[in-house]
């Protein structure tokens, strides 16, 4: 009789091959964080495995929206008006268009061709909101400190932390921070109302780590529901 074929191991599994190492995160966002505490496998697919995803309208006019009331600030006081941070609208969606031509498919027919009904529709939602910032908040008695400002600090595990913060303002006779973060989708449902403020300690703990100071005020500003806390 032959001598039996030698049977090959299974090969492990891609998971399996990837080192323990890789799969320990250096850094943590507070959206991140705030994934593994509602759901630590949605944390996995995004962080770990990290699927793609598909963009969406929602998380996309947020970006514009942040964009316009970013670089609204870089006008002087008196030409921060509502109609002004409209007209920004169509220029930042095209900016972020041409950083990322994927989303140009968000606003396409069922046969491919490009939809301007159906972007022009999203874009006035866009607008809307933006409108809808005014009866929060009067920009032109604002003057941030910093606007999109990067953050991060390494604690003593070796893990970083790291976001940015929409707004931070720091009152001129007390030197008090005041950091202020724009929410331009729905109003969290019951059981998740607690993530935006997450996030906001979040912000606050590493600017303490990295200034020194607590901030005084954290303030939430939701368009979508034109409302602030």
Do not use: N
């Amino acid at each position: 009789m032959g001598t039996p074929a030698e049977i090959p191991a299974p090969r492990p599994s891609a998971a399996a091959r990837v080192s323990p190492a890789a799969a320990v995160p250096v850094s943590l966002s507070p959206s991140r964080a705030a994934d593994f505490m509602r759901c630590p496998l949605l944390y996995r697919l995004r962080v770990i495995d990290r699927l793609p995803e598909k963009p969406s309208e929602a998380a996309t006019r947020g970006t514009v929206v942040h964009a316009v009331l970013e670089r609204l600030f870089d006008a002087p006081a008196a030409e921060r008006t509502a109609q002004r941070a409209r007209s920004m609208v169509a220029g930042e969606w095209e900016r972020l268009r041409t950083a990322r031509p994927e989303l140009a498919s968000l606003f396409t027919a069922a046969e491919g061709a490009a939809d301007p009904a159906a972007l022009a529709a999203w874009l006035e939602s866009a607008e809307r909101l933006v409108d809808r910032w005014f009866s929060l908040e009067d920009p032109t008695r604002l003057e941030p400190a910093e606007r999109e400002l990067y953050v991060e600090t390494v604690l003593e595990s070796g893990l970083t932390l790291r976001g940015y913060v929409d707004r931070l303002d720091i009152a001129p006779a007390t030197g008090d921070l005041r950091v202020v973060d724009y929410k331009t989708g729905k109003a969290p449902r019951p059981e998740y109302k607690d993530e935006p403020l997450f996030q906001m300690t979040f912000y606050a703990l590493v600017l303490w780590r990295l200034r020194g100071v607590v901030p005084r005020r954290l303030q939430l500003v939701v368009p979508g529901r034109a409302g602030t806390c």
